[in-house]
């Protein structure tokens, strides 16, 4: 049946106002990683939030744009105020940190009794979202660029001490001599050992420091380390011995 004009707008009318006031209110009570409330709002036409348009801490101290949320531990200040991951919201040992829109998590132990394996360090990663109230996947970090790099290095440099080793997710466990990030069908080769020595794939990065990988077989060190006693370059590593830390990263 067609409906008259008046009463077609009328309709039209009423169902924009419920439209609006259910965009309106948060439909899903999590917070993104950006502090920012989950659910669709009228301002965006219903499409997800994208990254953040404020937040609080030291790069924002006007809080312009934050909307307050719980704090969690995601290096940026989600209740809006001057502090960043405050209340112990990250476990002990750990911080948070965002680089290019996305988290990374570093973590180094108090004490040698609480070092970690790469596969203890890389189950830590992947149950990190998870643990930190996140609604984030984690790996073990992947380290694609000098920048990257320089800013990993850096923040290693200011927890850790110089003897220190501390998990990325460069491996050779599955082929000797070819190195990858990551595990399983995903992941990415980026290395390999040669007659040659070490070479970094066609446009991909390594840091490797000189000499290493040293091991090139299965079963020897087939585990890649920020390795504090090499100014911080990769180390390759046996993958069962128990190293200071671990970096995890977000990814998709
Ligand atoms: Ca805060
Ligand atoms: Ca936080
Ligand atoms: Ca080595």
Redesign the pocket.
């Known amino acids: 049946m067609r409906l008259r004009p008046a009463r077609r707008f009328r309709e039209l009318a009423l169902a924009a106002l419920v439209g609006l006031t259910l965009a309106g209110c948060p439909l899903t009570d999590h917070y993104y990683i950006d ?1 920012s409330l989950g659910g669709a709002t009228a301002a965006n036409g219903g499409a997800p939030p994208g990254p953040p348009k404020g937040k609080g801490g030291a790069e924002n101290p006007d809080h312009e744009g934050c909307v307050a949320a719980p ?8 209740d809006c105020d001057a502090d ?2 405050e209340d112990d ?1 990250c476990p002990p040992g750990c911080s ?1 940190e965002q680089r290019d829109g996305h988290v990374y998590l570093l973590c180094v132990a108090p004490s040698t009794a609480a070092y970690v394996t790469y596969q203890t360090a890389r189950m830590r990663c992947g149950s990190a979202g998870m643990d930190l109230g996140l609604m984030v996947h984690f790996e073990l970090t992947s380290v694609e660029s000098a920048d990257e790099e320089a800013f990993l290095k850096d923040w290693i440099a200011s927890v850790a001490t110089a003897t220190d080793s501390i998990w990325l997710g460069a491996n050779d466990i599955v082929k000797g001599g070819t190195w990858v990030w990551g595990e399983g069908p995903q992941a990415v080769p980026f290395l390999h050992v040669g007659a040659m020595g070490a070479m970094a794939d066609p446009g991909k990065y390594a840091d490797f420091a000189p000499g290493q990988p040293s091991g090139s077989n299965e079963t020897d060190e087939d585990c890649g380390a920020f390795d504090g006693s090499l100014a911080w370059q990769w180390n390759d590593e046996h993958c069962s011995a128990p190293a200071a830390g671990y970096v995890c990263e977000q990814k998709p």
């Open positions: 502090g704090e969690v531990c995601d290096g940026v200040s989600n960043v991951d919201v948070a």
